[in-house]
């Protein structure tokens, strides 16, 4: 069941060709922008010149980090100086900073619960703790004191958690790796595998009524993975939304609120899949690839299969196969997956999506109104723990979304009617050309404008986008669309020329489409002629006829509820984020025109490729 409303264009490049490439951190940011930062560098060379000029200071007594003197670097000067560091390790066996294996022991979400009562200065060494993290910042008070705080990977319970370690060179193991060995190749963004015990420290300048901070103290600390690059910094930060989308994997392990996004949405899918499952809906897997493009009015991609030397379409929804296992005596089926639709890119849209349909046999619209109001609801709750949230938007309003039961509901044309003040035709005439003309006319009353074809269909959505979708802040029900609008909706029982359909909206965007299926092959066959119609009318969207799926129907397909949620767009409401690349883990990008100038690592550290067998090397 797909989002049948036409999408919004693409959003200009205009922006990314306005950018510059800062080669220095790889970052594309505005001309003025890169000519402070030049004037910056130019500044800081100049001072680092004239210090190396002046005579040698007095050595101090005061012991130095092993990383000293690197914050001075710039990234690429750090990068070169990193990788060339770990491909000396890499020569010598017992500095392998790749191991194989390093056995984690313990759950670190428990870290606080289980140790949180311990007080100022008390330890228990007797119980030990395998943890790994990556390192995110280094303190050092001498040779030998150092602490680390790390931030350990994310699961189903939590994002990982924050832990110090605290590195004292009377705790390191007897007849292990020595102190300094262990620690003087460690830097920010390291992976770190951490023997120890759960303590608090014990700081001279503690405040009354403070403790100390609750850490793990190491007795052996070992390099399992070394970050080659420099992590952003105060002087080097990683904001721009451009990189943050292109660097994925950084955004990620540096903001702590994109991996949140992210496991939010994990438990939003795992909660949805648990929902159906409880209601005894089977989970089923249709094709990507189709020989015709149906199941929603989209435009969609083409590919091709050599074999066969045919064109093939990626599909633009799944609910014409779902429907036939219906037809093949499966009573309650969903598919949660991938659709791919060659439309718009923009704040809402991507060319493929996540969404969930599920088709329900002896159901119709209004069950599927009743177990759409119960899953959001529910999911809202079990997430945020109120059925209310607040989002904003990119143009900086903030709305305060009431999700519990029951939604508002509202008819389209008598909408439509009372906020154009036009009396519409009746319901059975809205396909007709005399109706064309008078949409046309109402369009061109209420400055409404809608793009070519003039279909209908078309336009009547674009009055709906404008009139009723704007009112929907809370989630709203929008029932009872003209039946051309919806060439897979089953008529409605008592008003002629309508279909009993409906789409869900929240925060004046949708969320759900579901309908009574049509389950009468004839009507369906005039359905698809006149989307056909509307395809020679030149709707790229509109769907053609689909012979397999007629002939299913003749078999008989049970009265049915079918219904279809966008994942995506789902996510972005109970994450607060008005931007769709920020739900994704990795959002559609448009090309990187600009070449890659920076060397890779084994270029910077000399290193030759091993020679496959059977390739040989020029």
Same mark, same amino acid.
């Given at each position: 069941m797909a989002d049948s409303s036409a999408t919004t264009p693409a959003a200009p /490049?205009?922006?990314?060709?306005?950018?510059?490439? #800062?080669?220095?951190?790889?970052?594309?940011?505005?001309?003025?922008?890169?000519?402070?930062? &030049?004037?910056?560098?130019? !500044?800081?060379a100049e001072k680092a010149a004239k210090a190396a000029s002046a005579p040698p200071k007095a050595a101090s007594s005061k012991p130095k980090n092993a990383a000293g003197g690197e914050e001075d670097l710039n990234p690429n000067q750090y990068y070169e100086i990193r990788t060339r560091q770990v491909n000396e390790l890499l020569k010598n066996p017992e500095t392998n900073p790749y191991p194989h294996k390093f056995q984690v022991n313990y759950d670190d979400s428990n870290f606080v619960e289980e140790f949180g009562s311990l007080k100022t200065g008390e330890t228990l060494p007797e119980k030990e703790l395998r943890i790994a993290g990556r390192i995110y910042n280094i303190r050092t008070a001498g040779s030998k004191?150092?602490?680390?705080?790390?931030?350990?990977?994310? #699961?189903?319970?939590?994002?990982?958690?924050?832990?110090?370690?605290?590195?004292?060179?009377?705790?390191?193991?007897? @007849? @292990?790796?020595?102190?300094?060995?262990?620690?003087?190749?460690?830097?920010?963004?390291?992976?770190?595998?951490?023997?120890?015990?759960?303590?608090?420290?014990?700081?001279?300048?503690?405040?009354?009524?403070?403790?100390?901070?609750?850490?793990? *103290?190491?007795?052996?600390? &070992?390099?399992?993975?070394?970050?080659?690059?420099?992590?952003?910094?105060?002087?080097?930060?990683? /904001?721009?939304?451009? &990189?943050?989308?292109?660097?994925?994997? $950084?955004?990620?392990?540096?903001? +702590?609120?994109?991996?949140?996004?992210?496991?939010?949405?994990?438990?939003?899918?795992?909660?949805?899949? #648990?929902?159906? %499952?409880?209601?005894? *809906?089977?989970?089923?897997?249709?094709?990507?690839m189709h020989a015709i493009a149906g199941g929603a009015t989209a435009l969609p991609f083409v590919t091709h299969h050599n074999d066969l030397d045919m064109d093939m379409f990626m599909r633009v929804a799944p609910e014409l196969f779902l429907k036939k296992m219906i037809v093949g005596q499966f009573g309650k089926v969903f598919e949660m997956g991938k659709n791919f639709r060659n439309e718009g890119i923009d704040l809402t849209h991507n060319p493929e999506f996540t969404s969930i349909e599920f088709y329900w046999a002896y159901a119709d619209v209004y069950d599927l109104m009743s177990i759409t109001e119960e899953l959001v609801s529910s999911l809202v709750k079990e997430l945020t723990g109120s059925y209310k949230t607040k989002f904003t938007n990119q143009h900086g309003e903030t709305y305060e979304v009431n999700w519990e039961a029951p939604w508002r509901r509202v008819e389209m044309i008598p909408a439509l009617e009372e906020a154009t003040g036009e009396k519409f035709p009746p319901y059975d005439q809205l396909h007709t050309d005399e109706t064309n003309a008078f949409l046309q006319k109402i369009c061109k009353k209420m400055n409404v404008e809608c793009p070519p074809p003039l279909t209908n269909a078309r336009m009547i959505d674009k009055l709906t986008g404008e009139f009723i979708e704007e009112t929907c802040i809370n989630p709203t029900f929008i029932l009872e669309h003209p039946q051309m609008m919806s060439p897979l909706a089953k008529y409605h029982r008592s008003k002629n020329g $309508?279909?009993?359909?409906?789409?869900?909206?929240?925060?004046?965007?949708?969320?759900?489409?579901?309908?009574?299926?049509?389950?009468?092959?004839?009507?369906?066959?005039?359905?698809?002629?006149? &989307?056909?119609?509307? !395809?020679?009318?030149?709707? +790229?969207?509109?769907?053609?006829? +689909?012979?397999?799926?007629?002939?299913?129907?003749?078999?008989?397909?049970?009265?049915?509820?079918?219904?279809?949620?966008?994942?995506?767009?789902?996510?972005?409401?109970?994450?607060?984020?008005?931007?769709?690349?920020?739900?994704?883990? *990795?959002?559609?990008?448009?090309?990187? !025109?600009?070449? %890659?100038?920076?060397? *890779?690592?084994?270029e910077l550290a000399g290193v030759q490729p091993l020679p496959e067998e059977g390739i040989p090397h020029k």
């Amino acid at each position: 069941m797909a989002d049948s409303s036409a999408t919004t264009p693409a959003a200009p /490049a205009e922006q990314l060709a306005n950018l510059h490439l #800062d080669e220095v951190t790889g970052e594309r940011i505005s001309k003025s922008e890169l000519k402070k930062r &030049q004037k910056q560098r130019q !500044k800081e060379a100049e001072k680092a010149a004239k210090a190396a000029s002046a005579p040698p200071k007095a050595a101090s007594s005061k012991p130095k980090n092993a990383a000293g003197g690197e914050e001075d670097l710039n990234p690429n000067q750090y990068y070169e100086i990193r990788t060339r560091q770990v491909n000396e390790l890499l020569k010598n066996p017992e500095t392998n900073p790749y191991p194989h294996k390093f056995q984690v022991n313990y759950d670190d979400s428990n870290f606080v619960e289980e140790f949180g009562s311990l007080k100022t200065g008390e330890t228990l060494p007797e119980k030990e703790l395998r943890i790994a993290g990556r390192i995110y910042n280094i303190r050092t008070a001498g040779s030998k004191l150092i602490f680390y705080d790390i931030r350990t990977s994310a #699961d189903t319970k939590s994002i990982g958690t924050r832990m110090q370690v605290v590195c004292q060179a009377q705790l390191a193991k007897e @007849g @292990g790796v020595p102190f300094e060995k262990q620690h003087a190749h460690l830097r920010r963004g390291d992976i770190i595998g951490i023997v120890g015990f759960p303590g608090r420290t014990n700081p001279k300048n503690l405040k009354e009524g403070e403790q100390g901070e609750l850490s793990v *103290f190491a007795t052996e600390v &070992q390099l399992l993975s070394p970050c080659l690059h420099m992590l952003p910094s105060v002087r080097y930060p990683f /904001a721009d939304a451009e &990189q943050r989308a292109r660097m994925r994997y $950084l955004d990620m392990l540096w903001n +702590d609120r994109s991996r949140e996004t992210l496991w939010q949405r994990s438990r939003m899918v795992r909660y949805i899949r #648990d929902f159906f %499952h409880e209601r005894r *809906f089977i989970e089923v897997e249709t094709p990507m690839m189709h020989a015709i493009a149906g199941g929603a009015t989209a435009l969609p991609f083409v590919t091709h299969h050599n074999d066969l030397d045919m064109d093939m379409f990626m599909r633009v929804a799944p609910e014409l196969f779902l429907k036939k296992m219906i037809v093949g005596q499966f009573g309650k089926v969903f598919e949660m997956g991938k659709n791919f639709r060659n439309e718009g890119i923009d704040l809402t849209h991507n060319p493929e999506f996540t969404s969930i349909e599920f088709y329900w046999a002896y159901a119709d619209v209004y069950d599927l109104m009743s177990i759409t109001e119960e899953l959001v609801s529910s999911l809202v709750k079990e997430l945020t723990g109120s059925y209310k949230t607040k989002f904003t938007n990119q143009h900086g309003e903030t709305y305060e979304v009431n999700w519990e039961a029951p939604w508002r509901r509202v008819e389209m044309i008598p909408a439509l009617e009372e906020a154009t003040g036009e009396k519409f035709p009746p319901y059975d005439q809205l396909h007709t050309d005399e109706t064309n003309a008078f949409l046309q006319k109402i369009c061109k009353k209420m400055n409404v404008e809608c793009p070519p074809p003039l279909t209908n269909a078309r336009m009547i959505d674009k009055l709906t986008g404008e009139f009723i979708e704007e009112t929907c802040i809370n989630p709203t029900f929008i029932l009872e669309h003209p039946q051309m609008m919806s060439p897979l909706a089953k008529y409605h029982r008592s008003k002629n020329g $309508l279909c009993e359909r409906f789409e869900a909206f929240v925060c004046k965007k949708e969320i759900a489409n579901a309908y009574t299926e049509l389950n009468n092959p004839f009507d369906q066959r005039l359905r698809f002629e006149e &989307q056909a119609r509307q !395809k020679d009318q030149g709707d +790229d969207e509109a769907q053609l006829v +689909d012979e397999s799926f007629l002939n299913a129907l003749e078999y008989g397909l049970p009265p049915t509820g079918g219904w279809g949620l966008g994942i995506d767009r789902l996510a972005m409401f109970l994450t607060d984020n008005y931007s769709i690349r920020e739900v994704l883990a *990795f959002p559609f990008l448009r090309e990187e !025109k600009t070449a %890659h100038k920076e060397k *890779f690592a084994a270029e910077l550290a000399g290193v030759q490729p091993l020679p496959e067998e059977g390739i040989p090397h020029k």
